[in-house]
Structures are given as structure tokens and as C-alpha cells.
Nanobody, 124 residues
């Protein structure tokens, strides 16, 4: 069974940085698109970044563009989310997700596998 394990969340002051990691249990996911979602209390889960199977195509939501960067290292079966210039409104549980295809999806319904989530809290 495919497992995704996120790490790297925590408490940080506004303006600080964090790097989230998502380690996949299956090497076959190296051929799959991956995404990072987040869900704040009382809000819907939203896609904030996605990457295709080889890193040649990326998506970043307007709310995080120029501050967050998604990347992947297929040799390590790992996807990263570098988060800079963090704001209190970035506070949420962050989830890693994997698709069954090479191509990015902009909908949570397009992702078949999910991690357990990691909390990111940004203090003002």
C-alpha cells in the first residue's frame, strides 16, 4: 500500500521559512504527479502547489507564488515544499498527495493517495 509521510512542519514567526518534505513508500510514484494542499480551520482544502512526474511542469497558487516552491528528488522518492516569507494566513495543516498519472491536476479529486498532514503555524 502506498504511503506518503510529511515532515518539516512546525511553529515559525512571520517572515520565516520552513521546508516540508513528503516521502513516498513506493518508487513507482516517481512517475506520478504530486501536489501540496493545505486546509485552515473552517476552510476548504486548497491546492497550493503541484509538480509533474519529472519536475518539468509546476503549478503554484497565486496566494503562494514567489514565496513557495515545489520540487522533487525522484532518487529519494521525495517531494519538497520550500516556504519562504511565511505569513500568519499560511497557518494550516499541509497535506502531500499523489496522482495515478504523470500530469498535474488542479482538483483534490484527482489525487489518489494522501499523507496524514503536518501542521504549520505562523505567528505574527
Amino acid at each position: 500500500q502506498v504511503q506518503l509521510v510529511e515532515s518539516g512542519g512546525g511553529l515559525v514567526q512571520a517572515g520565516g521559512s520552513l521546508r516540508l518534505s513528503c516521502a513516498a513508500s513506493e518508487r513507482t510514484l516517481n512517475y506520478n504527479a504530486m501536489g501540496w494542499f493545505r486546509q485552515a480551520p473552517g476552510k476548504e482544502r486548497e491546492l497550493i502547489a503541484a509538480i509533474n512526474w519529472n519536475g518539468g511542469a509546476k503549478y503554484h497558487a497565486d496566494s503562494v507564488k514567489a514565496r513557495f516552491t515545489i520540487s522533487r528528488d525522484n532518487a529519494k522518492n521525495t517531494v519538497y515544499l520550500q516556504m519562504n516569507s511565511l505569513k500568519p494566513e499560511d497557518t494550516a495543516v499541509y497535506y502531500c498527495a499523489a496522482r495515478m498519472t504523470q500530469y498535474i491536476s488542479y482538483s483534490s479529486a484527482g489525487y489518489a493517495y494522501w499523507g496524514q498532514g503536518t501542521q504549520v503555524t505562523v505567528s505574527s
